[in-house]
Nanobody
Framework: QLQLVESGGGLVQPGGSLRLSCAVSGFTLDYYDIGWFRQAPGKEREGVSCISSSGGSPNFADSVKGRFTISRDKDKNAVYLQMNSLKPEDTAIYYC?????????????????WGQGTQVTVSS
């Protein structure tokens, strides 16, 4: 059974950093793209970043370029989202999701399996 579990969210001041983790089980990262998405209250879910099954060619939303990085550890079957220079507008529930493919995209509808989400709040 494919499962994704996010962790690492919390409350941080503007300008601070957080690292989110996505632990996956039931499948190998060799064959699945992993995406990070977020949803703020009253807004649609949006793509933040993704990494392909090959581990290359990550994508980032324009709003996070230069501030967020994505990485993965195949031995630990985990994907990470490092978020720096956080802004209040980054506040949202963050989700990771997977899809069986080799070129990652930031469209949530392209992803099949989802975690339960982790709350990120950026506030002073």
């Amino acid at each position: 059974q494919l499962q994704l579990v996010e962790s690492g969210g919390g409350l941080v001041q503007p300008g601070g950093s957080l690292r989110l983790s996505c632990a996956v089980s039931g499948f190998t990262l060799d064959y699945y793209d992993i995406g990070w998405f977020r949803q703020a209250p009253g807004k649609e879910r949006e793509g933040v970043s993704c990494i392909s099954s090959s581990g290359g060619s990550p994508n980032f939303a324009d709003s996070v370029k230069g501030r967020f990085t994505i990485s993965r550890d195949k031995d630990k079957n985990a994907v990470y989202l490092q978020m720096n220079s956080l802004k209040p507008e980054d506040t949202a529930i963050y989700y990771c999701a997977s899809r069986l493919f080799s070129i990652c995209v930031l469209n949530p509808s392209e992803y099949d399996y989802w975690g339960q989400g982790t709350q990120v709040t950026v506030s002073s």
